[in-house]
């Protein structure tokens, strides 16, 4: 169960030269380089400014609602695209697979990673937003967003117990990326990336609640948006939920791992 | 022992002589991979046939029960037609594939050269290709770090280490690939055919590697389809065929079973050619008919080849349509091209027919076949004694005789050579 996890962590040089292969080749070519990792984020923030300002009127408790937005849908982004990119992993790396003596649970990691890469590296941009509203008086930080770190943790860890089963699954499985997409649309708007739990009306809570990102993306509004502590019970649920994916993503790929270099 | 990345691979402790060995190795692939993986989750959860492994039905045997051992130090080639088995060898050595039955022990660190510049990504340099190529074959960053000149030496791509791979030209990238292989310091280094790329100094330089790479006593297992080759370079060689391991010596003598095969088979094809059925090559009343021929060796076996100088059969299946009291049984021979060799028949032979009726069966013996090598054709007939003909078939099955003392003509027979005089021949 946790022998693709040691695995992965004994080959991270490789995992980290393949994440910086990943994102040097995105970039390479490109005028601006690396600063399409911020352009793009940017640019999102604008929009939400302007629509939020001027179109939508949002609830009084989370405004302003484009820094609320903007934080909500980088880490969704994040879940989503490092587990579209996991499902689609094995085929990319095909000749790899079949050519070379890697340890497989290396292209789930890199996946991951260079996701996280892409988050981290707009997290300035938001840093700059936050700080541009505490200026306006309309944000008050505090310490609580200390606790970041350990959120995102928990997150990274929770992502890629999913992103080992997806991608051995998507092996040998054809409709596992479309499953997923599926999914992650669905669970783009059940889980609150775009409003506050308070919103939701007091008798679907327990609902929403039964969705274990629903804790991620409260933990991630609490420590940069409403600069309060994570609640307990947050904690908990992000906690098992990264402890239950890690080691049931873990057994999936090692039941399926022998098979993934002769049908990828 | 450095990590290379399927580290649950198993390996041999303290056994300092044997680096690799295989035991009974199967391994079966799933005939309609494709399909199967284009196959749904849902279906597959749908019919409860969940995540269950290959039946033996539905798949192809690449290797049947190939054992052998490599001690630490060889240089073993495999030779073998393609699809033989050879790559899913390396494969299972490498311990990219598991196989379906069997075991690999391999001691020390291994690296599998299966294919040139495999992991390289055409966007990046080449100075990050070398890093990500040289952690792929299981060298730590420090390793790489303190050859990585010498690796750029030896592929002499020193002014192109920071242009993108993909303006390298196919001589350079190959070169680049094989460096980083090379340097990377195995104990076990399998290689696939990669040879055969790259311009002749190239080659030869990767040549030279490999006598490096014997000299210092690292092992190596190499598939290639140049025989001279894997018997120049190699004391021993190994032959797949069909999956399995026809033969396992001294390099010179597997490349020759091998050749022999090749050859062999060649000829069978030619054979194999149906002699033609109209009236012409068969004509006869019918009274009695030769239903089948068949030529055996020295050891009875049904042969289409025969040695030269060896005992050989003819035996003739024939039917009699009426109880016959005129009978005569012939056999002819006649080169490809028409001239004839033999005709001899029972009658001929002082042999008195008395009754032919039913299915009878007619050998004949030949104790040392004084042919010279080549291919013949073979034509045999029941007629009355009177040359009537009951059934006459022309041509109706071709054999090659294989000879080591090659002759002009057809006949070859037993012979010595003697001198008298101021003649002399070497021992």
Same mark, same amino acid.
């Given at each position: 169960?946790?022998?693709?996890?040691?695995?992965?962590?004994?080959?991270?040089?490789?995992?980290?030269?393949?994440?910086?292969?990943?994102?040097?080749?995105?970039?390479?070519?490109?005028?601006?380089?690396?600063?399409?990792?911020?352009?793009?984020?940017?640019?999102?923030?604008?929009?939400?400014?302007?629509?939020?300002?001027?179109?939508?009127?949002?609830?009084?408790?989370?405004?302003?609602?484009?820094?609320?937005?903007?934080?909500?849908?980088?880490?969704?982004?994040?879940?989503?695209?490092?587990?579209?990119?996991?499902?689609?992993?094995?085929?990319?790396?095909?000749?790899?697979?079949?050519?070379?003596?890697?340890?497989?649970?290396?292209?789930?990691?890199?996946?991951?990673?260079?996701?996280?890469?892409?988050?981290?590296?707009?997290?300035?941009?938001?840093?700059?937003?936050?700080?541009?509203?505490?200026?306006?008086?309309? !944000?008050?930080?505090?310490?609580?967003?200390?606790?970041?770190?350990? !959120?995102?943790?928990?997150?990274?860890?929770?992502?890629?117990?999913?992103?080992?089963?997806?991608?051995?699954?998507?092996?040998?499985?054809?409709?596992?990326?479309?499953?997923?997409?599926?999914?992650?649309?669905?669970?783009?708007?059940?889980?609150?990336?775009?409003?506050?739990?308070?919103?939701?009306?007091?008798?679907?809570?327990?609902?929403?609640?039964?969705?274990?990102?629903?804790?991620?993306?409260?933990?991630?509004?609490?420590?940069?948006?409403?600069?309060?502590?994570?609640?307990?019970?947050?904690?908990?649920?992000?906690?098992?939920?990264?402890?239950?994916?890690?080691?049931?993503?873990?057994?999936?790929?090692?039941?399926?791992?022998?098979?993934?270099?002769?049908?990828? | 022992?450095?990590?290379?990345?399927? /580290?649950?691979?198993?390996?041999?402790?303290?056994?300092?002589?044997?680096?690799?060995?295989?035991?009974?190795?199967?391994?079966?692939?799933?005939?309609?991979?494709?399909?199967?993986?284009?196959?749904?989750?849902?279906?597959?959860?749908?019919?409860?046939?969940?995540?269950?492994?290959?039946?033996?039905?539905?798949?192809?045997?690449?290797?049947?029960?190939?054992?052998?051992?490599?001690?630490?130090?060889?240089?073993?080639?495999?030779?073998?037609?393609?699809?033989?088995?050879?790559?899913?060898?390396?494969?299972?050595?490498?311990?990219?594939?598991?196989?379906?039955?069997?075991?690999?022990?391999?001691?020390?660190?291994?690296?599998?050269?299966?294919?040139?510049?495999?992991?390289?990504?055409?966007?990046?340099?080449?100075?990050?290709?070398? /890093?990500?190529?040289?952690?792929?074959?299981?060298?730590?960053?420090?390793?790489?770090?303190?050859?990585?000149? /010498?690796?750029?030496?030896?592929?002499?791509?020193?002014?192109?280490?920071?242009?993108?791979?993909?303006?390298?030209?196919?001589?350079?990238? +190959?070169?680049?690939?094989?460096?980083?292989?090379?340097?990377?310091?195995?104990?076990?280094?399998?290689?696939?055919?990669?040879?055969?790329?790259?311009?002749?100094?190239?080659?030869?330089?990767?040549?030279?590697?490999?006598?490096?790479?014997?000299?210092?006593?690292?092992?190596?297992?190499?598939?290639?389809?140049?025989?001279?080759? +894997?018997?120049?370079?190699?004391?021993?060689?190994?032959?797949?065929?069909?999956?399995?391991?026809?033969?396992?010596?001294?390099?010179?003598?597997?490349?020759?079973?091998?050749?022999?095969?090749?050859?062999?088979?060649?000829?069978?094809?030619?054979?194999?050619?149906?002699?033609?059925?109209?009236?012409?090559?068969?004509?006869?009343?019918?009274?009695?008919?030769?239903?089948?021929?068949?030529?055996?060796?020295?050891?009875?076996?049904?042969?289409?080849?025969?040695?030269?100088?060896?005992?050989?059969?003819?035996?003739?299946?024939?039917?009699?349509?009426?109880?016959?009291?005129?009978?005569?049984?012939?056999?002819?021979?006649?080169?490809?091209?028409?001239?004839?060799?033999?005709?001899?028949?029972?009658?001929?032979?002082?042999?008195?027919?008395?009754?032919?009726?039913?299915?009878?069966?007619?050998?004949?013996?030949?104790?040392?076949?004084?042919?010279?090598?080549?291919?013949?054709?073979?034509?045999?007939?029941?007629?009355?004694?009177?040359?009537?003909?009951?059934?006459?078939?022309?041509?109706?099955?071709?054999?090659?005789?294989?000879?080591?003392?090659?002759?002009?003509?057809?006949?070859?027979?037993?012979?010595?050579?003697?001198?008298?005089?101021?003649?002399?021949?070497?021992?």
């Amino acid at each position: 169960m946790f022998a693709p996890i040691k695995r992965t962590v004994r080959q991270r040089a490789l995992v980290s030269a393949l994440t910086r292969r990943e994102l040097s080749a995105r970039y390479r070519g490109g005028l601006l380089g690396f600063f399409w990792s911020l352009v793009n984020p940017l640019l999102l923030l604008a929009v939400y400014a302007v629509v939020f300002r001027f179109v939508f009127a949002p609830r009084a408790e989370v405004r302003p609602y484009a820094l609320f937005l903007f934080a909500g849908v980088l880490v969704w982004g994040f879940v989503s695209s490092a587990l579209l990119d996991a499902a689609e992993t094995f085929r990319h790396n095909g000749p790899l697979l079949r050519k070379t003596t890697v340890a497989p649970e290396v292209f789930p990691a890199v996946a991951v990673a260079a996701r996280l890469a892409h988050l981290l590296l707009a997290l300035p941009v938001l840093a700059g937003a936050t700080l541009y509203a505490w200026g306006r008086g309309s !944000v008050a930080p505090g310490p609580a967003i200390l606790e970041l770190p350990l !959120v995102l943790l928990l997150l990274v860890v929770a992502v890629f117990g999913l992103a080992l089963a997806v991608s051995a699954l998507a092996v040998h499985f054809g409709d596992v990326r479309d499953l997923v997409a599926n999914l992650l649309t669905l669970a783009f708007f059940l889980t609150p990336v775009l409003y506050p739990v308070e919103a939701v009306p007091e008798r679907f809570r327990p609902w929403l609640r039964a969705n274990p990102f629903a804790a991620f993306l409260t933990a991630i509004h609490d420590t940069v948006f409403f600069f309060r502590s994570v609640s307990v019970a947050d904690w908990l649920v992000m906690g098992g939920t990264a402890a239950i994916c890690l080691a049931a993503g873990g057994a999936v790929f090692e039941r399926l791992r022998e098979s993934i270099a002769e049908e990828a | 022992m450095v990590d290379s990345g399927r /580290e649950d691979g198993p390996t041999v402790e303290g056994e300092g002589t044997i680096a690799v060995r295989a035991e009974r190795l199967t391994k079966f692939y799933r005939r309609y991979q494709r399909q199967r993986s284009f196959g749904s989750l849902k279906s597959a959860l749908l019919s409860g046939e969940g995540f269950r492994g290959a039946s033996p039905e539905g798949s192809v045997k690449a290797l049947t029960e190939v054992s052998f051992t490599v001690a630490a130090g060889e240089t073993v080639g495999v030779v073998g037609a393609n699809g033989s088995g050879k790559s899913t060898l390396l494969k299972l050595l490498a311990g990219i594939v598991r196989p379906t039955s069997g075991r690999v022990e391999v001691a020390g660190r291994l690296a599998a050269l299966l294919e040139l510049g495999a992991g390289f990504h055409p966007e990046i340099s080449g100075r990050d290709n070398i /890093e990500i190529s040289g952690l792929l074959l299981g060298m730590s960053k420090r390793e790489i770090a303190a050859r990585f000149g /010498e690796i750029v030496r030896f592929a002499g791509i020193e002014d192109f280490l920071d242009a993108p791979v993909k303006t390298y030209s196919s001589g350079m990238a +190959v070169r680049l690939g094989f460096s980083i292989a090379a340097h990377s310091d195995p104990d076990v280094l399998l290689v696939d055919e990669v040879l055969a790329v790259g311009d002749e100094s190239f080659a030869h330089r990767c040549l030279e590697k490999f006598s490096e790479f014997e000299r210092a006593g690292k092992t190596l297992v190499f598939v290639s389809h140049d025989l001279s080759l +894997v018997s120049a370079r190699c004391r021993r060689a190994i032959w797949l065929d069909r999956g399995r391991l026809a033969a396992d010596g001294p390099s010179a003598d597997t490349v020759a079973l091998y050749r022999e095969r090749v050859a062999s088979e060649e000829s069978e094809a030619r054979l194999a050619v149906a002699p033609s059925r109209d009236a012409a090559t068969r004509i006869g009343s019918g009274q009695a008919v030769v239903e089948r021929v068949v030529l055996r060796d020295a050891q009875g076996r049904e042969t289409r080849r025969l040695r030269a100088g060896e005992p050989a059969s003819v035996e003739l299946t024939a039917r009699a349509r009426e109880p016959l009291t005129d009978f005569v049984f012939g056999v002819g021979i006649s080169t490809i091209a028409g001239s004839p060799v033999l005709g001899v028949n029972t009658e001929a032979d002082g042999l008195r027919p008395e009754e032919f009726s039913g299915q009878a069966r007619v050998v004949l013996e030949i104790p040392a076949l004084e042919l010279a090598g080549g291919l013949y054709s073979l034509d045999a007939a029941v007629h009355a004694r009177d040359g009537a003909p009951y059934d006459y078939r022309r041509d109706l099955l071709r054999f090659e005789v294989t000879s080591e003392r090659p002759s002009l003509g057809v006949w070859s027979p037993a012979r010595r050579w003697r001198g008298e005089g101021q003649v002399r021949w070497k021992k």
